[in-house]
């Protein structure tokens, strides 16, 4: 009795806690896909300062506020005002330019998680009940799919907006749901190949019922695409936001946008000041580049198909 007390009692000891696992399964990950760790450094950082710029934390200024005393200071310009010192200088109106690219920082992760997850989720559904049932209701979903995306994104997304009215709420609803197709076909070209696959006829010929075979044998084995496109939806939204707020129709004034930051001071200015237009034009391309790696990367650790062709 003591002796197996005492080996169930060596077992606890050697079994790993989940910090711990986490921990190594992300140093085997730097390791095999170095790109790919720093593409997420990069997601996460931005996350950070979306965080920051929500609570307030990382902002040294009000990004809002006019100093017309402070206007266009460059780096670490101390202000006339007896306001500190601006990081990042200020724009034509005195505005802190850090501050500002945090707060944009906060609208393009929002638009871009947001956006990503709502067209996973509804599109994936559609896309999952659409292939595995199959009929006349497939065929009507797939043809609507194929009308939405005769039309590319962004400029569907520019003439809706035009006529509904500009603003940022419009800008992301219109967008989330213009998003759904594609999750449609991607989700529904993946259940077709799965659901032909043994394991999925053994569950049908034991008597499992459509709902368990969709949700417990079919869905997760197309998560590796759907993690790729969650990827390719999030830098879409972050430049779509973007454009809309540079032609005028998303974000409006006062509210800080990268895309917003593009055109204005940062078009006027870029002669003398080009620091206006670089920097939110910089941190969008590494963005959109960080996202994409990223969910490649992922793809890549969790499909053991991928696994250890790099």
Known sequence: M??????????TERRPNAV??????????????????????LC???????L????????????????GADRLLGYFGESKVGQGTYILGTDDLGRDMWSRLI????????????????????????????AYFGGWADLIVQRIV????????????????????????KGFWILAFLSIPRPVRVIRGSVLSVKQETYVEAARSLGATSNRIMWKH???NVTAPMIVLASYLIAVAIVVEASL??????????????????????????????????????????????????????????????????
């Not at 002796?3 to 060596?10: D, E, K, N, V």
């Not at 871009?112 to 009940?129: D, M, N, P, R």
């Not at 078009?267 to 620091?275: A, E, G, H, I, K």
């Open 245 to 310: 707020s540079f032609l005028g129709i998303g974000a409006q004034p006062p509210t800080p946008s990268w895309g917003a930051m593009l055109t204005g001071s940062g078009n006027l200015f870029f002669q003398t000041n080009p620091r206006l237009a670089l920097l939110p034009g910089l941190a969008i391309s590494v963005l959109v580049f960080a996202t994409n790696m990223f969910g490649d990367a992922v793809r890549d650790e969790l499909d053991p198909r991928l696994r250890g062709t790099r």
């Open 52 to 67: 920051g710029g929500w609570t307030g934390v990382l902002l040294t200024h009000n990004p809002e506020v006019f100093r």
């Open 103 to 130: 707060k944009g920082a906060q609208l393009s992760v929002f638009f871009g998680l947001g956006v990503a997850t709502i067209a996973i989720v509804l599109g994936g559904v559609i896309g999952l009940v659409s």
């Open 20 to 41: 711990s696992t986490a921990f190594t399964k992300t140093i085997k990950f730097c390791k095999r896909n170095p790109l790919g760790a720093f593409a997420g450094f």
């Open 44 to 50: 996460l950082f931005t996350l950070v300062c979306a």
């Open 218 to 220: 079919v869905l997760p």
């Open 2 to 11: 003591a002796t197996q007390t005492t080996a169930g009692a060596l077992r």
């Open 146 to 169: 194929d009308l939405v995306q005769t039309i590319p994104l962004l400029v569907l997304a520019i003439a809706v907006v035009s006529v509904t009215g500009p603003g940022i709420m």
